[in-house]
Nanobody, 127 residues
Framework: QVQLVESGGGLVQAGGSLRLSCAASGRTFSGYVMGWFRQAPGKERVFVAA????????NYVDLVHGRFTISRDNAKNTVYLQMNSLKSEDTAVYYC????????????????????WGQGTQVTVSS
């Protein structure tokens, strides 16, 4: 059984930074695409970023491109989301997810493509 546990969320002022972590267990971490999604109050869950199994390829939603960086450490079975220049509109619950074994920029944006999800971590950006 795959388990994903997010951490690192919290309250930060606009312009600040946070680093989210997602620790995975249950199957070979390095074999799967990892993604981050977020859900703001009253809105649907949306794609934020994804990273290929090797870490060599990444994909971002335009809203965060240049501010957020996704990375992974396969030796530690952990994926990260470094968030800089945070804005109030970044306030949401952030979820990590584990998807397929083949990199697909288009598929990696679809939440239906992911098999396993974490419980989420709250990020609140005050203006």
């Amino acid at each position: 059984q795959v388990q994903l546990v997010e951490s690192g969320g919290g309250l930060v002022q606009a312009g600040g930074s946070l680093r989210l972590s997602c620790a995975a267990s249950g199957r070979t971490f390095s074999g799967y695409v990892m993604g981050w999604f977020r859900q703001a109050p009253g809105k649907e869950r949306v794609f934020v970023a994804a990273i290929s199994p090797s870490g060599g390829m990444t994909n971002y939603v335009d809203l965060v491109h240049g501010r957020f960086t996704i990375s992974r450490d396969n030796a530690k079975n952990t994926v990260y989301l470094q968030m800089n220049s945070l804005k109030s509109e970044d306030t949401a619950v952030y979820y990590c997810a584990q998807g397929g074994s083949s990199w697909s920029p288009n598929q990696s944006r679809r939440d239906q493509w992911y098999d396993y999800w974490g419980q989420g971590t709250q990020v609140t950006v005050s203006s």
